[in-house]
């Protein structure tokens, strides 16, 4: 079954605003990974976790690996933060994606 | 660092004839990840090498489609008469380990 569920699927936000995507994993996962891809198809890396929590920006980004989950707060958020975020995440094989969410920044 | 690249961009092809793509990792990363993207079925891995030995294929269809990396520097991924079903567009990834991901621009693949 899917071992990377991401949510919400869709979700649009005005400018200055803020929330959070989340991936939930069905099984132990050792780190995560969250791009945006942007409207040209472009994979970019936002942040890699082991553990922990990264921020950099108006981002940030928690790993807990011993509740299985990942999020990523988008925080005063801009018209070119829109795009689809993808998280993927690894055990001992190679990243699997969940299906990403789409973002919508509106003026 | 000119990062992971794809050759080619865009590549047109009609039905039952050969697609080959082609990923030249980062310098001295030792993994490399195909993955497939469309609208329908998201991202999808393909296969992965880890020191140009094959890894893990599952998630390659198990036939038509095959993955070579005969030396650090690139990586093919072959399809064999190619039907429209394939169209998708083709992500290579390379890594130094076997997690953190760098992705090239894609090769957009369309079956006439």
């Known amino acids: 079954g899917d071992q990377v569920e991401q949510s919400p699927s869709a979700l649009s936000l005005h400018e200055g605003t803020g929330s959070a995507l989340r991936c939930n994993f069905t099984?132990?996962?050792?780190?995560v990974q969250w791009f945006q891809q942007n409207s040209r198809g472009s994979l970019i890396n936002l942040f890699y976790l082991a553990s922990g929590t990264k921020e950099n920006g108006r981002l940030k980004s928690t790993f807990n690996s011993k509740e299985s989950y990942s999020t990523l707060h988008i925080r005063d958020a801009q018209l070119e933060d829109s795009g689809t975020y993808f998280c993927?995440?690894?055990?001992?094989?190679?990243?699997?994606f969940g299906a990403g969410t789409k973002l919508s920044v509106k003026p | 660092n000119a990062g992971v690249i794809q050759t080619p961009r865009h590549k047109v092809t009609g039905k039952g004839q050969e697609a080959t793509l082609w990923c030249e990792p980062i310098s001295g990363h030792s993994a490399v990840f195909w993955y497939r993207q469309t609208i329908v079925q998201g991202l999808e891995f393909l296969t992965y090498f880890r020191n140009q030995a094959p890894i893990d294929d599952s998630g390659m269809p198990k036939e038509r489609f095959s993955a070579q990396m005969p030396n650090q520097s690139h990586s093919t991924l072959k399809i064999q008469s190619t039907q429209p079903q394939d169209s998708a567009v083709y992500l290579c990834a390379s890594s130094v380990d076997w997690a953190e991901q760098y992705f090239g621009p894609g090769t957009r693949l369309t079956v006439l």
């Open positions: 099984t132990t996962m050792r780190a």
């Open positions: 993927a995440a690894a055990n001992n094989n190679a990243p699997r």
